[in-house]
């Protein structure tokens, strides 16, 4: 299993593009969630689905758009960046969504936007 | 509020111990967790402990749990270089299935 996956790796972006940041796991998981990490805030969550075809926003859902159109891509649309954008996003998974259950996280996506 | 509070640096000598606080404010939590963050690559589970335990070892890994105060700790005996990371205490909300992470600390080992 390659667990969770996240492309690109970097990016850099121009105020009001617009991106995708790719996310998929291969554990079968049911439950996905994407976090902002920034210097002094901790990670913070952006949105999260506990099943294909549902999505929930998070803490910090404005400026984000995501989907889930099968169990094992997860992606996070930045429909229109702003520097307030740039940050580290991590996609993270777990079997069910229960708060106990372990998360797995990937490896992030360094993202700038000037 | 829903908070969880670690300091945000600490400096340990290679061969000594580690210890990296935590408080957290769900008493009901049923599990809290450490993760680690090493140099650009994303969180992993480094250990946990359940809300009925006070101790739980692992190798050079020491959790303490203190439920009355809602203080966690984590202690590395031994501190090695390959140790050097962020190291995030997190609670899970069982009424919400969200997870807060604290804001980490990064722990840097002098030679």
């Known amino acids: 299993n390659a667990g969770v996956t996240q492309t690109p790796k970097f990016h850099i972006l121009k105020t009001g593009q617009s991106m995708t940041l790719q996310c998929a796991q291969d554990?079968?998981?049911?439950?996905l969630s994407w976090y902002r990490q920034d210097p002094g805030m901790g990670l913070r969550r952006i949105h999260y689905s506990v099943a294909a075809g549902i999505t929930d926003k998070g803490e910090v859902p404005d400026g984000y758009n995501v989907s889930r159109s099968n169990t094992e891509d997860f992606p996070l649309r930045l429909e229109s960046a702003a520097p307030s954008q740039t940050s580290v996003y991590f996609c993270a998974s777990s079997y069910s969504g229960e708060s106990t259950d372990t998360q797995y996280f990937g490896p992030g996506t360094r993202l700038t936007v000037l | 509020g829903e908070d969880v509070e670690q300091s945000l640096f600490l400096s340990v000598r290679e061969g000594d111990s580690s210890v990296i606080n935590c408080t957290y404010t769900?008493?009901?939590?049923?599990?809290l967790y450490w993760y680690k963050q090493e140099p650009g690559a994303g969180l992993q589970l480094l250990t946990y402990?359940?809300?009925?335990?006070d101790m739980k070892q692992d190798q050079r890994l020491t959790v303490l749990l203190n439920k009355k105060d809602k203080h966690l700790s984590l202690r590395i005996a031994d501190t090695q270089t390959g140790d050097s990371a962020i190291y995030f205490c997190a609670e899970p909300m069982n009424r919400d299935d969200k997870i807060i992470f604290g804001k980490g600390t990064r722990l840097h080992i002098l030679p």
């Open positions: 402990i359940f809300s009925n335990m």
């Open positions: 554990m079968n998981h049911g439950y």
């Open positions: 769900d008493s009901s939590s049923t599990y």
